[in-house]
Nanobody, 118 residues
Framework: VQLQASGGGLVQAGGSLRLSCAASGRTFSNYVMGWFRRAPGKEREIVASISRSGGKAYFGNFVEGRFTISRDNSNIVVYLQMNSLKPEDTAVYYC????????????WGQGTQVTVSS
C-alpha cells in the first residue's frame, strides 16, 4: 500500500492542524493505521493509531486529549486532527499502515513537517 501524508505546516502554539494520509494500492480497511513523529534529535514515537473499522484508537501519553484520529475507509484516508499544539509537537509526522505484523515492518509514507512556534 502506498501512503501520502499532507497537511503539515507552521502554526502558532495553541493552534490546530489536520494531517491527512491518503492510501492506495490495496484494501485500505485491511490495515491498522497509525501516525508517528520524529523530532530533531529524538527517537520516533507513536502519536496515534486506529483500528481497521475505526472503532478503537490509541494515543501516545503526550497527546493528553489534544489529538483525534479518524479514518474514512470509503475514501481511503486517515486523519490526525491536532489541537492545542505546543512547540514540543514540532516534528516530522509520518503515517503508517500494518496488517497483522508491526508498524516497523509495515508501510510508511514520506512524512510531513509540523512546526509549532512559541
Amino acid at each position: 500500500v502506498q501512503l501520502q501524508a499532507s497537511g503539515g505546516g507552521l502554526v502558532q502554539a495553541g493552534g490546530s492542524l489536520r494531517l491527512s494520509c491518503a492510501a492506495s494500492g490495496r484494501t485500505f480497511s485491511n490495515y491498522v493505521m497509525g501516525w508517528f513523529r520524529r523530532a530533531p534529535g529524538k527517537e520516533r514515537e507513536i502519536v496515534a493509531s486506529i483500528s481497521r473499522s475505526g472503532g478503537k484508537a490509541y494515543f501516545g501519553n503526550f497527546v493528553e486529549g489534544r489529538f483525534t484520529i479518524s479514518r474514512d475507509n470509503s475514501n481511503i484516508v486517515v486523519y490526525l486532527q491536532m489541537n492545542s499544539l505546543k512547540p514540543e509537537d514540532t516534528a516530522v509526522y509520518y503515517c503508517a499502515a500494518r496488517d497483522f505484523g508491526t508498524f516497523e515492518n509495515g508501510y510508511w509514507g514520506q512524512g510531513t513537517q509540523v512546526t509549532v512556534s512559541s
